[in-house]
């Protein structure tokens, strides 16, 4: 079955530094993955749509310059989140489906085991 | 704009017995999916069961099954001989048939313990 895989699942840094977390689909190619935020107890909300090969799609409300996202192969999307502030500590998900005509593709998306992130 | 709604916050079942989380949505597509996944202490989260629009048959998944009712858009999700390890969180999601880049609209979740 489709699997992703989401790198570190946890991390600490301090307060002003930038932090980059990885979301890889090892066994299809997706051209579209999602990266979502979740607070203890809540549901999951979506920040953005990343692209293979364009700009991401920010949801409301969502800093672009603070959450950046790069999609540059099929199977690699990157969140980078810059200048870390303690609020924006949270639990970070990808998720991805492989393309069209994989195997797979439309049965549900797949999610990444989290990143939690902890800014000190 | 799609809406999902899970109003339950939380319920309770003595392992071995059944269940039902409820969830109801709303859009005026036609042509969409509806999953049930679920989220453990992990936080890895899991496809439960899916549900294609189109489909009348409700989808079953061993001990898991759904009662879909499209005119009423309620999408509801059976636990049968529930078991410790079902305790998670589970969420409905709602998803349009419009391609690989289609966005999941998550409810706001249940929690769901089992007791011993």
């Known amino acids: 079955g489709a699997v992703v895989s989401q790198h570190p699942s946890r991390v600490i840094c301090k307060s002003g530094t930038s932090v980059k977390i990885e979301c890889r689909s090892l066994d299809f190619q997706a051209t579209t993955m999602f990266w979502y935020r979740q607070f203890p107890k809540q549901s999951l909300m979506l920040m953005a749509t990343?692209?293979?090969?364009?700009?991401?799609?920010?949801e409301q409300g969502v800093e672009k310059d603070k959450f950046l996202i790069n999609h540059a192969s099929l199977t690699l999307s990157t969140l980078t989140v810059t200048s870390a502030h303690p609020e924006d500590s949270s639990f970070y998900i990808c998720?991805?489906?492989?393309?069209?005509?994989?195997?797979?593709?439309?049965?549900?998306?797949?999610f990444g085991s989290g990143t939690r992130l902890t800014v000190v | 704009a799609q809406t999902v709604t899970q109003s339950q916050p939380e319920m309770s079942v003595q392992e071995a017995e059944t269940v039902t989380l409820s969830c109801t949505y709303d859009?005026?597509?036609?042509?969409?999916?509806l999953f049930w996944y679920k989220q453990p202490p992990s936080r890895q989260m899991i496809l439960v069961i899916r549900?294609?629009?189109?489909?009348?048959q409700n989808a079953t998944e061993n001990r898991f099954s759904v009662n879909f009712q499209k005119a009423a858009k309620s999408f509801s999700l059976k636990i049968s001989d529930s078991q410790l390890g079902d305790t998670a969180m589970y969420f409905c999601?709602?998803?349009?048939?419009?391609?690989?880049?289609?966005?999941?609209?998550f409810g706001k979740g249940i929690t769901l313990s089992v007791r011993p």
């Open positions: 998720s991805a489906t492989p393309l069209p005509g994989g195997a797979g593709y439309l049965a549900g998306y797949t």
């Open positions: 990343s692209n293979e090969g364009s700009k991401a799609t920010y």
């Open positions: 999601a709602f998803m349009k048939h419009t391609g690989a880049n289609s966005k999941l609209t």
């Open positions: 549900q294609e629009a189109y489909k009348q």
């Open positions: 859009t005026s597509e036609s042509n969409y999916y």
